[in-house]
C-alpha cells in the first residue's frame, strides 16, 4: 500500500513537470515575434543585424539632418555620440519629436538605412529611454545636471 502511494505521487510530480514543461515551450512560441531587441547606432555600426530582424534603435536625432520627403516620408540620422545610423520613415511623426532630441524606433536595418515602422518620442523635455541613456553613457556624452540630464 505504501509503495502504491509513493508511486502515485512521483506519476503526479513527473506529469506537473512535463505540463510545466509544455506550457513554457508554448509562451516562448507565442511570444517569438513580440520580444524586440534594443540597440544603440555604435552596435549597429559595428555588427549590422539581418535585413529580416525587427528591433529598436535609440539615440538622439542629429542637428540638421531631418529631410521631409513627398507626403509623410521622412529622413534622418540617429547617434549616440559614437556613431550615427541613418533612418528612414514613412508616416506622421510624433508631435514632440524634433532634432537634438531622444528618439527610439523599431524597424529593420537594410543596405545601411534602418527603415522604421515605428517612431518614438520622448514625453516630456527631462524623459529619455533608459537603454539610450546607457548607451550615451558608454559614449561618454551623457551627464546628469541640475536642470536634468544633458549631452556633451
Keep these: 500500500m505504501r509503495g502504491l502511494k509513493k508511486q502515485r505521487r512521483i506519476q503526479v510530480i513527473a506529469l506537473a ?3 510545466l514543461a509544455i506550457s513554457t515551450a508554448l509562451i516562448g512560441y507565442a511570444m517569438r515575434d513580440g520580444i524586440n531587441f534594443f540597440r544603440s547606432p555604435s552596435e549597429i555600426a559595428a555588427a549590422p543585424p539581418a535585413p529580416t530582424e525587427l528591433f529598436r534603435i ?10 521631409r520627403g513627398q507626403g509623410t516620408k521622412v529622413t534622418f540620422r540617429v547617434t549616440d555620440g559614437g556613431a550615427s545610423i541613418p533612418v528612414s520613415y514613412d508616416g506622421i511623426l510624433p508631435d514632440l519629436f524634433e532634432e537634438g532630441q531622444g528618439m527610439v524606433g523599431q524597424g529593420r536595418y537594410i543596405e545601411g538605412t ?27 556624452v551623457y551627464r546628469e545636471t541640475d536642470e536634468g540630464p544633458a549631452i556633451n
Excluded: C, N, R, W
Excluded at 517612431?119 to 537603454?131: C, F, G, N, V, W
Design 114 to 140: 534602418f527603415e522604421a515602422v515605428e517612431i518614438l518620442a520622448k514625453h516630456d523635455e527631462t524623459y529619455m529611454p533608459a537603454e539610450v541613456v546607457d548607451a550615451l553613457k558608454e559614449q561618454g
Design 17 to 19: 513537470v512535463v505540463a
Design 58 to 67: 535609440g539615440g538622439l536625432v542629429e542637428d540638421g539632418s531631418v529631410l
